[in-house]
Structures are given as structure tokens and as C-alpha cells.
């Protein structure tokens, strides 16, 4: 009995013409072009609108400068910017082998045997002890070449006796860091009525410095809510049981290993300040 051919193979382009059995998401999951970051280049964040030149990336997160002069850290997910227009995926450029740099905390490049500067007469002042570790952890670096000291307030009450004792001039700058600075805040109260060419204040609209640090940095899904009456840190521990504050903030220091593990809000803030505190102008 003569065989039959078997029939023949129909090619299509249409949603069938690869296999069926495809799993879902390869299916359908987009792709977008790579593109290298290139310090300087415009790059709009999609999600956001946020358009501005990219200063530098570090780990998996890029860092972005408005028109404003504002800074904000988007992290690398693909598809997350465009570029001219079109959707892309931005990576780390080819690393060039005739040169290795390391980058301190904050993203800066290193200055290899670069010794601490003498102190400047400028100051940077945070409002406590937590500020001040998590400043040192990632800015440290950067403050000890540029000569800037960091020095705690315990609070921000008296904050206009505070810089009328320091006496700002244009060469004895001084930036002030804050929490909750917030329309109709006592911060913003106390900031609005601080007015001289030669200090800037400036912050973060968080409660305390704690919820600055990424949640996902410290493991835990979101920053709680804590009942008004009661002392924010004390409720923070006992809704994540974190045990005490002292051993709750060693556990989010410890956390942070670079600026991508800070909030935008905070690394734009101290970044402004420190530009503030070194301008030569």
C-alpha cells in the first residue's frame, strides 16, 4: 500500500506561530534595549516623569538630577527609563581593564591615599545621634576629603540662638539637617524662620531618620504605624520586635551598606548640604 505524504507544515506569523505550550510570561513579557549609563546623559524615569542627567550608578540603583537641581535614586528594573524617546533598560557600561575605580558609600569615586582635609569652618548639623551614624556611614568618606565636621543638636528648638552663636558668613557655611519637615511642622515652622544667605535647611518629611533607611534594607515589608500618643521608636520595636531602640538601631545601621539602601528624599538632602557647605562661592 503506497504511503501518504505527510501534509505540509503551515507557516504563520500570527499569535500560534510559536509553541502553545510556551510558559505564560515568555510568552508575553516585553523586551527592551540595553543601554549603557553614561554619566551626563538624559534619561526620563517612566513610571514618574522624572526627567534629568545621570550622575552616577552604583549597585542597583541610578541616581538622577533634575533641571531643579534635585536628586533622586531609581532603582534598575528593565524598562524602568527612556531614552530619546524610547523605552530601554539601562546597565553598567563595560568595565574598561585598564582601570579599576572604587567608590566610597554615598557613589563618589575614591580618592585613593587622599588624606583627611583640615576642618573647615563650615559645619553640617544633624539633629542626633542616629543622623550622625547614618551621615557618617555613607557620606563619611566624602566629608573627611572635603574637610566638612558633622556635629549633633539634640534637638532643633533653640535652633536660632544655635546659629546665632555660630555666626554664618560666607566662608563659615552652615547646613542643618532635619526630620519631618513638613507643611505646619514645628520643623518647618522653626526652618521658614531661619533666614540667612549663608545657611540652608533642609531634610526629609519622615518621622525620625529610622524610616529613611529602604524597609526592604532592614527585611521588613513597610515602616509601621504607630498611634499618636505613643513614642515613635518604642513603637516601631514592639510592632516589628526589634527588641529595644539601642538594639533595633544597631540592627537598621548595620543594613546600610550604601546610599541605594537610603530613601531618595535623604540622599538628595545630604547631597544638597554638603554642595552647600563646600561651594567656594
Do not use: N
Not at 510568552?27 to 522624572?50: D, K, N, Q
Not at 558633622?150 to 558668613?169: K, N, Q, S, T, W
Amino acid at each position: 500500500m503506497p504511503t501518504r505524504p505527510d501534509p505540509p507544515t503551515r507557516r504563520s506569523s500570527g499569535i500560534l506561530s510559536g509553541p502553545v505550550d510556551a510558559p505564560h510570561g515568555a510568552r508575553l513579557a516585553p523586551t527592551f534595549p540595553r543601554v549603557p549609563a553614561v554619566v551626563g546623559m538624559t534619561v526620563v524615569h517612566r513610571a514618574s516623569g522624572f526627567t534629568g542627567s545621570l550622575v552616577r550608578i552604583e549597585g542597583g540603583g541610578v541616581e538622577l538630577r533634575g533641571r531643579t537641581g534635585l536628586e533622586r535614586v531609581f532603582r534598575l528594573t528593565p524598562g524602568a527609563f527612556a531614552v530619546d524617546g524610547r523605552a530601554v533598560s539601562l546597565v553598567r557600561p563595560p568595565a574598561d581593564p585598564t582601570t579599576t575605580r572604587v567608590v566610597t558609600a554615598s557613589g563618589s569615586v575614591a580618592v585613593a591615599g587622599q588624606p583627611a582635609r583640615v576642618a573647615r569652618a563650615s559645619r553640617l548639623w544633624v539633629e542626633g545621634v542616629h543622623d550622625a551614624e547614618l551621615v557618617e556611614r555613607v557620606w563619611g568618606d566624602d566629608l573627611r576629603v572635603e574637610g566638612v565636621v558633622v556635629e549633633r543638636l539634640d534637638g532643633i528648638d533653640h535652633l536660632d540662638r544655635a546659629v546665632a552663636a555660630f555666626g554664618p558668613g560666607p566662608a563659615r557655611r552652615l547646613g542643618v539637617l532635619v526630620d519631618h519637615l513638613v507643611p505646619g511642622s514645628k520643623e518647618s515652622r522653626i526652618a521658614e524662620g531661619l533666614r540667612h544667605p549663608d545657611v540652608l535647611v533642609t531634610g526629609t518629611p519622615f518621622v525620625d531618620v529610622w524610616q529613611a533607611v529602604r524597609p526592604a534594607a532592614v527585611g521588613i515589608a513597610t515602616w509601621p504605624d504607630v498611634p499618636m500618643g505613643t513614642e515613635w521608636k518604642t513603637g516601631v520595636c514592639a510592632a516589628l520586635d526589634l527588641g529595644d531602640p539601642p538594639a533595633a538601631w544597631r540592627r537598621i545601621l548595620a543594613s546600610v551598606s550604601g546610599y541605594a539602601d537610603l530613601e531618595p528624599a535623604l540622599v538628595g538632602a545630604v547631597e544638597r548640604l554638603i554642595d552647600f557647605v563646600t561651594d567656594p562661592t
